[in-house]
């Protein structure tokens, strides 16, 4: 079965930086879309950056662009979620998703098939 492992997380000063990992298996990881999401407390969950299956095509949520950038590495099944500038906002539990179907791009939440169980990302002010 598919297993989505997140590390990375943890409390980090407004300003600061984090990467978190992703360690997938149980499907071919290279031709799938990766993602995260995140939630924070009292919030829904919700988008945050996806890549495609080639690492060609990615998104962002506004409120992350230019401070934070996804990227892959398909020969070690993972996929990375480099935060720099983060702000007290950030923190929420960063969640690693991957898509339904093989070499397809980010269509949306509905797009997304498997969830990893988060990590913690606290921004302190």
């Known amino acids: 079965q598919v297993q989505l492992v997140e590390s990375g997380g943890g409390l980090v000063q407004a300003g600061g930086s984090l990467r978190l990992s992703c360690a997938a298996s149980?499907?071919?990881?290279?031709?799938?879309?990766m993602g995260w999401f995140r939630q924070a407390p009292g919030k829904e969950r919700e988008f945050v950056a996806a890549?495609?299956?080639?690492?060609?095509?990615?998104n962002y949520a506004d409120s992350v662009k230019g401070r934070f950038t996804i990227s892959r590495d398909n020969a070690k099944n993972t996929v990375y979620l480099q935060m720099n500038s983060l702000k007290p906002e950030d923190t929420a539990v960063y969640y690693c998703?991957?898509?339904?179907?093989?070499?397809?791009?980010?269509?949306?939440?509905?797009?997304?098939?498997?969830w990893g169980k988060g990590t913690l990302v606290t921004v302190s002010s």
């Open positions: 890549i495609s299956w080639s690492g060609g095509s990615t």
């Open positions: 998703t991957q898509g339904k179907g093989p070499y397809s791009q980010y269509v949306g939440r509905d797009g997304m098939a498997y």
């Open positions: 149980g499907r071919t990881f290279s031709i799938y879309t």
